[in-house]
């Protein structure tokens, strides 16, 4: 008996132990909202990747190239833009605009870069002058071919500046296309209308922030999401986005992202002084974080860790917001940290190993711990950047406008991998795909590695 109870009170003891640890286990298994892989993760399906963060999720990526070392191959497009390549399997995607005003979407042989299928989309100018604040008025780093391409299955859909949204499938048969400007209103953002298409069960869901022109029209131009069926290009939803912000502050150039966690997903957008999220089956608004002045937004946001990263725009203050729990109008509560000094205008940031780096458009990368914000580390690199950086099999590729591209270790402490140069003008982010590197330059598609 006295073995017996011995026994019981050690057991009474570590079933103890376990109860007081287990709240300990349950927090470090628990949950949080992570970004929607999509497609394989060899791949490189959409803007800034299988993510929408900007990370590859292939193992391997050369770090060092030259235009005499390690090209795989490099095709003349016979036209330009500044959308990424979508990557998927054998197949490449690129959308253009040549000096016919085509618009066109490219498919390539991803081991050969041989061009297989050359599909005209649309024919449009791409206006460079017009009225201030009433129509776009292209900047003269980009044209009509900036939304990305994503791919999804056995489709791809393209999005242009002038409105056009199309999908074809992978061999080159038009399936629909939809004109948003002719069906919503004339876009009226300032700088030419850039946001790449995101496809989530079935839907491909668009989003339009502009200058509402309240002060100057009776009708205001009208800001929006809409969903389309991806296989008959029917409507399936469509949500206002009225922030309030007032004339170019309401201008984003911004691309969803794609979030999920315990079965249930949310689309995050930001733009016009507001991050928020919506149902994407739906398109019912889930919670908003108002007051986030700024200015017009180019930077993306991405998600790691259960947070959101994002930009104010215009080089305002670079910041973190908690996700879980959130509901309806949030407070300023939700933002955990901010940097206000030293922020990037257009290139996006991307998170990697507990860490976030950005490059601000004249070339001063920083490394900050995600947790707080802390600056670790700070570099010049020289030159101009409108590319967003990617992190590749633990690296980080920082790609300026003149070909030139730095390659650094995820480190907390600085280590320079590579700087590496091809002579063309490289304004489009790059794209990691089985093992290879894709750079979009003004002249040529490159593919990287052997």
């Given amino acids: 008996m006295i073995e017996i109870s011995a026994l019981a009170f050690r057991n009474r003891g570590f079933a103890c132990l376990i109860l007081l640890l287990a709240p300990t286990f349950l927090l470090a298994d628990e949950p949080i909202w992570k970004p929607v892989i999509q497609g394989n993760a060899n791949d490189w399906p959409a803007w800034r990747g299988p993510e929408g963060t900007g990370v590859a999720l292939a193992k ?12 795989a191959w490099e095709t003349s497009l016979e036209g330009w833009g500044d959308s990424t390549p979508a990557i998927v399997g054998e197949h490449v995607f690129v959308t253009l605009q040549n000096e016919s005003n085509e618009l066109r979407v490219i498919r390539l042989n991803a081991e050969t870069g041989k061009i297989d299928r050359n599909i005209l989309v649309d024919q449009a100018e791409t206006p460079r002058t017009a009225p201030k604040r009433k129509t776009q008025k292209f900047h003269n780093l980009h044209n009509l071919a ?21 999908t074809y499938t992978l061999d080159g048969e038009k399936v629909w296309q939809h004109n948003l400007q002719q069906e919503f209103g004339e876009y009226s953002i300032w700088w030419g209308h850039a946001n790449s298409p995101v496809v989530y069960d079935g839907l491909v869901i668009s989003v339009c922030m502009q200058d509402s022109l309240s002060d100057l029209q009776d009708e205001p131009a009208k800001s929006y999401l809409v969903a389309h069926d991806l296989k008959t290009g029917k409507q399936r939803w469509m949500t206002m986005r009225m922030t309030g912000a007032p004339a170019e502050e309401a201008d984003a150039y911004t691309t969803p992202l794609l979030l999920e966690k315990d079965g249930k997903t949310q689309l995050v957008v930001m733009g016009g002084n507001t991050l928020d999220a919506y149902d994407p089956a739906t398109g ?62 257009t290139p996006s940031p991307v998170y990697a190993n507990g860490m976030l780096f950005t490059v601000t458009d004249d070339g001063i990368a920083h490394c900050y711990r995600a947790e707080d914000g802390e600056l670790l580390w700070r570099e010049r690199l020289g ?8 992190v590749a099999a633990g690296n980080v590729y920082y790609l300026n406008i003149d070909g030139n591209c730095t390659v650094v270790a995820a480190k907390d402490s600085l280590e320079l991998i ?21 750079l979009r330059g003004k002249a040529k598609l490159y593919c990287i590695g052997k």
């Fill in 60 to 71: 391997t990526a050369p770090t060092k190239w030259s235009e005499q070392e390690n090209i």
């Fill in 146 to 166: 900036s939304p990305s391409p994503v791919v999804s299955g056995n489709y791809v859909v393209a999005h242009f500046g002038n409105g056009t949204l199309a």
């Fill in 418 to 438: 590579a700087e590496n140069e091809l002579k063309d003008t490289t304004i489009a982010s790059p794209a990691v795909a089985g093992g290879k590197l894709f």
């Fill in 383 to 390: 030159g101009n950047f409108k590319a967003s950086p990617i």
């Fill in 284 to 345: 019912k608004q889930l919670w908003f974080l108002p007051g986030l002045v700024g200015g017009r937004t180019v930077t993306g946001p991405v998600v790691a860790d259960g947070k959101v990263f994002t930009t104010r725009g215009m080089r305002k203050p670079l910041l973190s917001v908690k996700l879980d729990g959130n509901q309806g109008e949030l407070t300023e509560d939700a933002i955990e940290w901010e940097v206000d000094k030293s922020t990037p205008d």
